[in-house]
């Protein structure tokens, strides 16, 4: 843990697709990206960084209203600064709104209609990626060193932080406490629900194929050992 690096966390979260009202789709309004990008008193898996393993937890008080209203947040993905997809300036400004509640941080953000944007909602649709990272600075912390399961560990509680920089869509979840969907919440048309349906069924399809194609290169890797053995 070191207060002049930035620290980023992944949550698995509830992220959601929503598409746009009708009226707003003929603008050009591609919908709607929402989910958690941080969970409070929840304790993380454990971490990996900078040469320590630790676990940690994110007090309620570290990230205020307050503290975020003060904030230029991006939004990108796979933490690549030149693929933003959205931006809340201060809290007032910008394609993306964030609040909180006690249990976290929430972020929305409305999708641009561009190459980034229509790559992030397909996505997020497809269920691909299914966590929400957040990058940050640590200010204020405690470190307490226990015995888990029988083994050593440290858990880092997180009292304040010094600034966010981004959000970011991603994969790899180090809180895994919170689920994923996503879901559509207007009611759809024959023809919408018929494309749904074909899409839900190609991943499944898809999911089938990967499968095969893993059973297939075990019992190749098998037949090799076999060979390498005999």
């Given at each position: 843990?070191n207060?002049k690096?930035?620290?980023?966390?992944?949550?698995?979260?509830?992220?959601?697709?929503?598409e746009?009202?009708?009226?707003?789709a003929?603008?050009g309004?591609l919908?709607?990206?929402?989910?958690t990008?941080?969970?409070?008193d929840?304790?993380?898996?454990?971490?990996?960084?900078?040469?320590?393993?630790?676990?940690e937890?994110?007090?309620?008080?570290?990230v205020?209203m307050?503290?975020?209203?003060?904030q230029?947040?991006?939004?990108?993905?796979?933490?690549?600064?030149?693929?933003?997809?959205?931006?809340?300036?201060?809290?007032?400004?910008?394609n993306?709104?964030?609040?909180?509640?006690?249990k976290g941080?929430?972020?929305?953000?409305?999708?641009?209609?561009?190459?980034?944007?229509i790559r992030?909602?397909?996505?997020v649709?497809?269920g691909?990626?299914?966590g929400?990272?957040?990058?940050?600075w640590p200010?204020?912390?405690?470190?307490?060193?226990?015995?888990?399961?029988?083994?050593?560990?440290?858990k880092?509680?997180?009292k304040?932080l010094?600034?966010?920089?981004?959000?970011t869509l991603?994969?790899?979840?180090?809180?895994?406490?919170?689920?994923?969907s996503?879901?559509?919440l207007?009611?759809?048309?024959p023809?919408?629900?018929?494309?749904?349906?074909?899409?839900?069924?190609?991943?499944?399809?898809?999911?089938?194929?990967?499968?095969e194609?893993?059973?297939?290169?075990?019992?190749e890797?098998q037949?090799l050992?076999?060979?390498?053995?005999?």
């Amino acid at each position: 843990m070191n207060g002049k690096k930035i620290e980023i966390r992944t949550v698995m979260c509830g992220m959601a697709f929503r598409e746009a009202d009708p009226a707003a789709a003929e603008k050009g309004n591609l919908g709607t990206i929402s989910g958690t990008a941080i969970v409070f008193d929840t304790e993380s898996r454990v971490i990996d960084e900078y040469g320590e393993t630790f676990r940690e937890v994110i007090l309620p008080e570290a990230v205020t209203m307050e503290f975020l209203n003060s904030q230029d947040i991006k939004l990108n993905l796979l933490h690549n600064r030149d693929n933003v997809i959205g931006r809340c300036i201060n809290g007032a400004d910008g394609n993306m709104r964030i609040t909180r509640d006690e249990k976290g941080v929430y972020f929305e953000v409305d999708v641009v209609n561009c190459d980034l944007g229509i790559r992030a909602r397909e996505l997020v649709k497809a269920g691909v990626f299914t966590g929400c990272s957040f990058e940050f600075w640590p200010e204020e912390y405690d470190v307490e060193e226990r015995e888990l399961n029988g083994k050593h560990d440290v858990k880092v509680i997180h009292k304040k932080l010094r600034s966010i920089g981004a959000f970011t869509l991603a994969m790899d979840p180090a809180y895994i406490q919170t689920d994923c969907s996503v879901r559509e919440l207007h009611e759809l048309t024959p023809e919408a629900k018929a494309e749904k349906d074909r899409q839900e069924r190609e991943k499944r399809e898809a999911e089938q194929r990967a499968l095969e194609a893993a059973a297939v290169r075990k019992r190749e890797l098998q037949l090799l050992r076999m060979r390498i053995l005999n």
